[in-house]
């Protein structure tokens, strides 16, 4: 009797589990599905029913999408932002991290303390301080040089976006760095190996599995990000999250809002594509770092 309560109990749980998994899952695919549909249709398909399928795949709002908005310049300048943004980060946190697992010295405590405080900071809260102080910056600059350097500049931005992504990256490959065997560091000393050395050909290639997450997680979190992006680069260099505002406000009451659906589609397509192939190993990457702390 008590089996089968305990049965009962079981399948009720995964009964709760299957329709709140299902549930959530239709709550996300319906409005992609959606939206992908949109960008296909014509002008006048709009003005019928939202939910119909399109006559026909209309590829001339993507055209227009890319010619008439600029998305194609917002998307190249997204592309480079996210790609140096990830080896700024990639060159600081690495050392950090290794340094922080593997050996014992007078400020690392304080210093590994500070890093994990940077988990629990909210990047938009300090948006305003950041933007001050590049203005002033970009200001003194201005009067020597005549441009902008601090504003409007794709590194400038990819360096806010290394910077506060260091603490949870650290925090990531530490834990992952802890994991691996010291027998692999002691005889690459015996060959005569540097630290440099050990850390670049012997622990990094060992710490890949994390350091693919890292450069995952942090793919989505920049290409994606737009605060920031809209604070630092107010002027033409825009990236497509932002790029995607002013599609947005120039359809409105316009006849046609095809390109700006097509406009999501294109924001949305890489990270769609990124996250269907190496989701697994995203997954099983940030599982190794946390458990293995």
Known sequence: MKKLEKLSTESVYKLFIYVFLITLGISIIVPIGWVFLASLKQPQEFFMNPWKFP???????????????????????????????????????????????????????????????????????????????????????????????????????????????????????????????????????????????TMVKVMIPMAKPSIVTVILFNFLSFWNEYIIALTLMPGSMKTLPVGLI?????????????????????????????YIFVQKKLTQGMTLGGLKD
Not at 67 to 82: E, H, L
Not at 254 to 264: D, I, Q, R
Request: proline share 5%.
């Open 55 to 197: 006559d026909a795949f209309y590829f001339e709002n993507f055209i227009k999408a890319f010619n008439d908005a600029k998305m194609g310049d917002y998307f190249i300048n997204s592309i480079v932002v996210t790609g140096l943004g990830i080896l700024i980060l990639l060159l600081t946190a690495l050392p950090a991290a290794y340094a922080l697992s593997r050996f014992d010295f007078k400020l690392k405590k304080p210093i590994n303390g500070l890093f994990m405080a940077g988990l629990f900071i909210n990047v938009n809260y300090i948006v305003i301080p950041i933007f001050l102080m590049l203005m002033r910056m970009n200001n003194a600059a201005k009067a020597v040089v005549g441009g902008d350097i601090f504003l409007n500049n794709r590194l400038v931005l990819a360096l806010v976006y290394a910077a506060t992504a260091l603490p949870f990256t650290i925090y990531l490959l530490t834990g992952y760095f802890r994991t691996l065997p010291k027998a692999y560091e002691e005889a690459a000393y015996i060959d005569g190996a540097s630290h440099f050395q």
């Open 246 to 274: 002013n599609l947005q406000q120039a359809s409105r009451g316009a006849a046609n809002p095809g390109p700006m659906y097509a406009g999501l589609v294109i924001v949305m397509l890489p990270t769609l594509i990124l």
